[in-house]
């Protein structure tokens, strides 16, 4: 399995795409460490499940990435990492000028300051042990812009900068950084948007997903969050290790337009 021996830790994946590509990961042979702000059962359940279906030391750790000593403490008690996601996001979508402080701030802090934070307390891990990937989970968003998403769009092109600074710092080491910039991906979010869409413009579940929501998707598929663990695993690789400060786009020639 090519990530036996390997820690990933991914932040933000009680759901979605960080659930997916920790599932991924760990049918890799990757020992995964799952994340979010929530310290349900359900939470654990999940790393359990991951654990006994593959096999790996699959575990929880609850850590509010708003919070910045939170994001270091999150690295700090994995106690090892070797594979860095970031991961967490959120989303909130107003025009500037009625675009709540409160909402930027919390974009910035889990979305970009976070990454600041995991990554300057997971490098010195990854020297340790001599091997490292620093893969950050931007957005089509990271490369190009929408209107009414000003904290989103403006985190995400932070990150892919980030990620090159990383990348620079890390250049003649073993260590790499690149940013993976997902289009639309099917996720239960994504998912649980499309009854209303359907209600709202009175189409059926077919045309809200090509002509809404995959409007800006030339492919009209949804890129899926295994296909994005499948990336993250390439980009774990030996033939990926020269493969850094870059941005790799899933997302059907969004940004090919
Ligand atoms: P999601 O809502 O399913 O997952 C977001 C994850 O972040 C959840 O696990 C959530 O608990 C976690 N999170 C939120 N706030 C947090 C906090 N304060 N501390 C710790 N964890 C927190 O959404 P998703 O679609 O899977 O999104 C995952 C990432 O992918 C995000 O960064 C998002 O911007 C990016 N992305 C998603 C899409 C898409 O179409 N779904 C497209 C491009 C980029």
């Given at each position: 399995?090519?990530l036996?021996g390997?820690t990933?830790i991914?932040?933000?994946?009680n759901?979605g795409i960080?659930l997916?590509m ?10 995964v460490v ?6 349900n059962e359900?939470d ?13 030391a699959?575990?929880y750790?609850?850590?509010d990435l708003s ?7 999150l690295v700090e008690?994995?106690?090892v990492c070797d594979i860095l996601?970031n991961?967490?996001?959120?989303q ?7 675009f709540?402080v409160a909402?930027?701030d919390a974009?910035m802090a889990i979305?970009l300051?976070?990454v600041?934070h ?6 010195p891990?990854?020297?340790?042990s001599?091997?490292g990937r620093v ?5 089509a968003h990271?490369?190009t812009a929408?209107p ?7 985190a995400k092109h932070g990150?892919?900068?980030m990620?090159?600074?990383v990348?620079?710092e ?5 260590i ?14 994504v998912?649980?948007?499309i009854?209303?869409t ?5 189409m059926d579940?077919?045309t ?10 030339p ?8 296909q994005?663990?499948g990336?993250a695993?390439f ?10 400060g870059?941005t790799?786009?899933?997302d ?6």
């Amino acid at each position: 399995m090519a990530l036996q021996g390997k820690t990933a830790i991914i932040t933000g994946s009680n759901s979605g795409i960080g659930l997916g590509m920790a599932w991924r990961l760990a049918r890799e042979g990757a020992d995964v460490v799952l994340n979010s702000y929530t310290d349900n059962e359900d939470d654990h359940a999940l790393a359990a499940q991951i654990a006994k279906e593959t096999g790996t030391a699959a575990r929880y750790i609850q850590a509010d990435l708003s919070n910045g000593a939170q994001a270091r403490a999150l690295v700090e008690q994995a106690g090892v990492c070797d594979i860095l996601i970031n991961n967490a996001g959120i989303q909130h979508v107003a025009p500037i000028d009625e675009f709540p402080v409160a909402k930027w701030d919390a974009i910035m802090a889990i979305m970009l300051s976070s990454v600041f934070h995991t990554t300057a307390a997971a490098l010195p891990m990854m020297r340790a042990s001599g091997w490292g990937r620093v893969i950050n989970v931007a957005s089509a968003h990271g490369l190009t812009a929408s209107p009414f998403k000003s904290a989103y769009v403006a985190a995400k092109h932070g990150v892919v900068g980030m990620t090159k600074v990383v990348a620079l710092e890390t250049a003649q080491e073993p260590i790499t950084a690149n940013a993976i910039c997902p289009g639309y991906v099917m996720t239960p979010l994504v998912e649980s948007q499309i009854p209303d869409t359907m209600e709202k413009y009175s189409m059926d579940r077919e045309t809200v997903i090509r002509d809404v929501m995959l409007q800006r998707q030339p492919s009209k598929e949804f890129a899926t969050t295994d296909q994005l663990g499948g990336v993250a695993t390439f980009l774990c690789s030996d033939d990926a290790a020269q493969i850094t400060g870059t941005t790799l786009s899933v997302d059907g020639g969004w940004t090919a337009l």
